[in-house]
């Protein structure tokens, strides 16, 4: 069986939740491929990282392995709990993740 995953971030963070791992530790390359390998019920493993795209031959030059930096999880308190928050980088995009 196999599933594949389309989006940066969702997928980092899928991957990261499959191996039981931080998710600072992850890139996702544009076009990357994680491949993920599990016995019966035993644990995820990683097969291989998808950090790099060897397979294209050209990339543009704002496209680059994306993942979460520290940065990314600076956290603010406020009266609704407070937020993640960070700069995307390369396109001044400003973003903040309510806490639940």
Not at 24 to 29: Q, V
Not at 45 to 55: I, K
Request: proline residues 3%; glycine residues 12%; charged residues 20%.
């Amino acid at each position: 069986k196999s599933v594949v995953c389309v989006s940066h971030a969702a997928s980092v963070a899928l991957v990261a939740a499959l191996l039981n791992s931080s998710i600072r530790g992850f890139k996702f390359a544009p076009t990357g491929i994680y491949q993920l390998r599990r016995v019966a019920d035993g644990p995820w493993e990683l097969v291989h990282s998808g950090d790099t795209n060897e397979h294209v031959s050209e990339n543009a030059a704002t496209t680059y392995p994306w993942g979460f930096e520290e940065r990314h999880f600076e956290e603010t308190e406020g009266n609704d709990g407070g937020h993640y928050s960070g700069k995307a980088q390369g396109i001044g995009l400003d973003y903040f993740v309510t806490k639940s």
